[in-house]
């Protein structure tokens, strides 16, 4: 086995709550492995083979030395696996502690960007080195960036061209990354705030947008993605389809404005709902989270958000395609049968699927059907709505 003067510590002791799966975040299924194992098949591709230091979860301690003990051993890279802490600073202070002697250059990585190729881990390793400093990757941060107060009042525009979206791995030197966590008082999001904290100069490194972090399902989907690519060597990749199926009583208020399919309806009692009840719009996104593999609609946008309280339909249809498109797919189309006895769509079809297509960024047919006087639609106690969409991988994604 290889003496390593560069250890990489890799934090993997989280819960993962956001994504919905049973295990912890970095044993969540990913291609043919994990999270953490694809993370870990990046980092002993670096040039010069790390000492590897795993931060799990208590319970898994025992799996993960099973399962990386062999892989480290092919390539010659010593091995250590510990118990993770209560917080991610504590976790990254429990593999610093195993460190060997030898080590003078760390790096901490978060397997929870399992994308990440090995070319940035060499790229900050030979930073550290040439300035003796801590250094980190990062992006320029291309959206608007609005400081907002209570109530979701936009309070002004912060000026982004001073900012930057940082990633792992950071790196820094030995002695001074563990005098960093020796004087760390209180807690910290990251290693370069704790080590900026102790005083230490910490420089910025172009990232990579594969080292995107796995928070949420549209993040994990977008991951699967790129491993499916990557494993299958380029293929064109087939669209997806998904289905969404959504039901709204009318309101017991009679000033509830009715809203659906995108519209307004002058003169009709409303749906009931947290937001605007449009029971087309919101089968509509069902259907194109679904053909994602994001989920659905409640588990994107939870009754819980005081922001969405009666948001009109087109809100929500914007933020799917938002979370699509950033999953790494394109929407090709949707159509949506809305059942009920009113409003009568016909007069205004054209019109909804307008609005709906422009939203969507994607054609939307609309079609309206009643259920022969049977059930909640049929008695008039409310409207149903079911849709289908189709999203294709966009390439490289």
Request: cysteine-free; aromatic content about 2%.
């Amino acid at each position: 086995m290889n003496a390593s003067t560069v250890a990489v510590i890799v934090v993997a002791a989280g819960s993962g709550l956001r994504l919905g799966h049973p295990e912890p975040k970095a044993f969540v299924p990913l291609g043919d492995g994990t999270i953490l194992s694809t993370a870990v098949d990046s980092i002993l591709g670096m040039r010069e083979i790390p000492h590897l230091v795993l931060v799990v979860p208590a319970d898994r301690v025992d799996e993960a030395r099973a399962v990386f003990g062999p892989v480290a051993d092919r390539v010659g890279a010593p091995l250590d696996v510990v118990d993770g802490g209560t917080t991610r600073q504590d976790s990254v202070a429990k593999g610093i502690a195993v460190l060997p002697h030898l080590v003078d250059t760390v790096l901490v990585h978060d397997a929870a960007r399992p994308l990440t190729p090995a070319l940035l881990f060499d790229e900050v390793v030979a930073a550290v080195r040439s300035r003796g400093h801590g250094i980190v990757p990062a992006l320029d941060v291309v959206d608007t960036v609005k400081r907002v107060g209570g109530g979701g009042r936009v309070l002004d525009t912060v000026d982004r061209s001073t900012l930057k979206a940082v990633q792992t791995p950071q790196g820094f030197p030995r002695e001074a990354l563990e005098r960093a966590y020796v004087e760390a008082v209180g807690e910290h999001t990251d290693d370069a705030s704790i080590a900026a904290a102790a005083g230490i100069p910490v420089d910025v490194v172009p990232g990579d947008a594969r080292a995107f972090k796995v928070t949420v399902p549209s993040d994990l989907a977008r991951a699967e993605r790129l491993v499916e690519e990557r494993a299958g060597g380029g293929e064109t990749p087939l669209p997806r389809v998904g289905t969404g199926v959504d039901v709204h009583a009318y309101s017991d208020d009679p000033a509830t404005p009715m809203r659906l399919a995108g519209l307004e309806w002058p003169g009709g009692h409303g749906l009931s709902g947290h937001s605007d009840g449009d029971a087309a719009a919101h089968a509509i996104v069902d259907a194109v989270l679904a053909a994602a593999g994001l989920g659905d609609i409640g588990g994107s946008f939870g009754t819980d958000d005081p922001a969405l309280a009666g948001a009109h339909g087109v809100v929500f249809l914007e933020r799917a395609r938002d979370l699509v498109e950033r999953a790494g797919f394109r929407i090709g189309n949707a159509s949506v049968q809305i059942v009920g006895n009113r409003p009568k769509l016909a007069p205004r079809r054209a019109e909804a699927e307008a609005v709906l297509s422009a939203a969507l960024g994607a054609p939307v047919s609309v079609a309206g059907t009643t259920s022969d006087a049977l059930g909640l639609t049929g008695r008039g106690e409310g409207v149903a709505a079911i849709a289908t969409a189709i999203v294709i991988p966009l390439p490289g994604r």
